[in-house]
């Protein structure tokens, strides 16, 4: 949702990697710091793969500012889905 965010064209295989990294560290839940490479060249052309590299896992990610924002809103959803989940298992 932040105008100013330079979407990759290849958000998708990124997104896939960091799952990727998530199912090796034996997680539930995280965050990714990833550097990516401009979506446009140095001729304003759109890339077809930027480079990208995982930096770090967060397990404990910043919210930011506020309680209201995109990144806490969706944490808070999916420990209340993963607490479900275990729950659920756990009554079974």
């Known amino acids: 949702t932040n105008p100013g965010f330079d979407k990759p064209t290849n958000w ?3 997104v896939q990697h960091c799952v ?3 199912d090796s560290l034996g997680l539930d839940i995280a965050g990714f710091d990833v550097k990516v490479q401009s979506a446009n ?3 304003g052309r759109r ?3 930027p480079d990208f590299i995982i930096i770090e896992s967060n397990s404990a990610c910043s919210f930011g500012d506020s309680p209201d924002s995109v990144v806490s809103q ?3 959803s999916e420990l ?3 607490l479900r989940d275990k729950y659920d298992s756990l009554r079974r």
Request: proline fraction near 0%.
């Open 12 to 14: 998708d295989t990124i």
């Open 20 to 22: 990727r990294a998530l």
């Open 41 to 43: 060249d140095t001729n």
């Open 47 to 49: 890339r077809a793969n």
């Open 74 to 76: 969706r944490y808070i």
């Open 80 to 82: 209340n889905r993963l």
